[in-house]
């Protein structure tokens, strides 16, 4: 276990501008990376030829790789985890990044490291540091931790440029692929507590542009109609907190946030409250039932359900 080099898997989708934005970022950065994968979701070789041309990164390996079919986040970082782990040493470093959330500055995934490397120090059972994190409460309820120092979370989001050890990963298996979109990231910190790790949120999130994750969260405004996003966020959570043992928190999130919130906004605006409750009970029922996968194609789909 004396690996020093650092990897990432980073996915993409349709979004050829951010991906390009996205590798000169990682270019910048003061800790380059030793390989890259880059995992398109969609198998576009004009994405391909992207990747290929895009060379700021002398130090680093690229790899291509052209997987198709949209498998979604966890499907595509399992394709990538795939490529990099059987040749990571198990204290070499694996950032998961998608394609919206580059890192906010030039030395993130150095101080990041830096956090880790300290971390290591002091305690043997280190899995993961990201930017930022939060730790899963009653009723599967997520709360960010916001204090300025490293504190254990159950969760890293990824949009904080999480880093893994690969030897954890190595030891789950990395995320769930059946769970397409949704709380990935929850089931895989999950997954590394039941293997003996702990995550930890470093406290630098406000030093690297992240304020607005880990300042108090205000009150959601209005009523927002279905989207895709909300049908595999409720059926993963569900999936997630039963495997993790929480079977009384997926049960209490059923009924309050699945069924009671949306049956309140009845009064409020009953149209998108009826819709709200439909997807809400499919996606619950699919939760229950543990039926996975792509069930919603997000391309076909886009913004509201229709």
């Not at 070789?45 to 997987?67: F, K, Q």
């Not at 009924?255 to 049956?263: D, I, N, Q, S, W």
């Not at 819709?275 to 543990?290: D, E, I, S």
Request: aromatic share 6%; net charge neutral.
């Amino acid at each position: 276990m004396t690996g020093n080099r650092s990897h990432a898997v980073l996915v993409t989708f349709r979004r050829p501008d951010l991906l390009a934005d996205h590798l000169h970022r990682l270019a910048d950065q003061t800790a380059p990376l030793d390989t890259l994968v880059v995992v398109d979701n969609d198998a576009d070789p004009s994405i391909g030829e992207l990747v290929a041309s895009c060379d700021p990164m002398p130090a680093t390996e690229v790899v291509y790789i052209p997987l198709g079919g949209n498998p979604g986040p966890a499907g595509g970082f399992t394709a990538g985890l795939a490529e990099l782990l059987p040749t990571a040493d198990d204290d070499d470093i694996v950032v998961l990044l998608d394609d919206n959330d580059p890192p906010k500055r030039n030395e993130t995934f150095a101080e990041v490291q830096r956090v880790l490397r300290e971390l290591q120090r002091e305690n043997d059972d280190v899995g993961g540091v990201g930017t930022w994190g939060a730790s899963l409460r009653r009723g599967g309820r997520l709360r960010t931790e916001t204090a300025a120092v490293p504190v254990p979370v159950d969760y890293l989001s990824g949009n904080g440029c999480p880093h893994y050890l690969a030897g954890a990963l190595r030891a789950v298996g990395g995320p769930d692929p059946a769970l397409f979109f949704g709380f990935e990231e929850l089931d895989l910190g999950l997954s590394l507590q039941r293997a003996g790790y702990r995550i930890w949120s470093s406290g630098i999130a406000r030093e690297h542009g992240l304020s607005a994750m880990v300042e108090p969260a205000r009150p959601a405004a209005g009523v927002e109609a279905p989207t895709w996003r909300r049908y595999y966020s409720f059926r993963n959570l569900v999936v997630v907190l039963r495997k993790d043992g929480r079977t009384l928190d997926a049960l209490a999130m059923t009924l309050v946030a699945g069924v009671v919130k949306p049956t309140l906004n009845l009064v409020v605006r009953p149209r998108i409250a009826v819709a709200n409750l439909r997807v809400n009970v499919a996606a619950l029922h699919h939760g229950w039932r543990r039926r996975l996968g792509k069930r919603i194609d997000p391309v076909a789909l886009p913004g509201h359900l229709r």
